[in-house]
């Protein structure tokens, strides 16, 4: 074949350090249209970003041209430092060490966007260590507890 095709899109999960709940709705929106852009940089287009007040979720296609860990990376650096200079409040802001990432069939795209636009009311229900506990275990992802937050 001549030519590479792929079609690899991922479900991101990763929180506020300490799952500090310092997000607010106005902030989320602001924070979510410059992470877009850091997606866009690096050839992976957001489908959508969504979360609360402590966490993250972001839909999206993998670049076929970038390693995922190196996409995370610059997602949670740029709009790090982007958020401390948004607000003296958020000066001392950092996201958790880790993050999750899970693959999506194309034909469950349009499920997991309504999950993300459902977050809100989701939380209301749903600490985000249950949610989590919950995608690894759907996933198959064996992990210590000991490790996972922070």
Not at 2 to 22: D, E, F, V
Not at 61 to 78: C, D, F, P, Q, Y
Not at 95 to 107: I, L, T
Not at 109 to 131: G, P
Request: aromatic residues 12%; hydrophobic residues 35%; glycine residues 6%.
């Amino acid at each position: 074949m001549a030519q590479s095709l792929a079609k690899n899109i991922i479900h991101l999960i990763y929180s506020t350090k300490n799952r500090t709940p310092c997000l607010g709705p106005e902030c989320r929106e602001k924070l979510y249209d410059y992470q877009a852009g850091i997606f866009d940089q690096w050839e992976s287009p957001a489908i959508l970003i969504g979360g609360v007040a402590d966490h993250v979720h972001t839909l999206f296609v993998l670049s076929k041209n970038h390693r995922l860990t190196r996409i995370v990376e610059e997602v949670k650096k740029g709009s790090s430092k982007w958020l401390k200079t948004l607000d003296r409040s958020l000066a001392s802001f950092h996201w958790q060490n880790g993050y999750g990432a899970f693959s999506v069939s194309q034909s469950n795209v349009v499920q997991v966007r309504r999950y993300i636009e459902a977050q809100q009311e989701h939380h209301r229900k749903v600490s985000f260590q249950e949610e989590f506990r919950v995608f690894l275990k759907r996933h198959g992802i064996e992990y210590d507890e000991r490790y996972v937050w922070d």
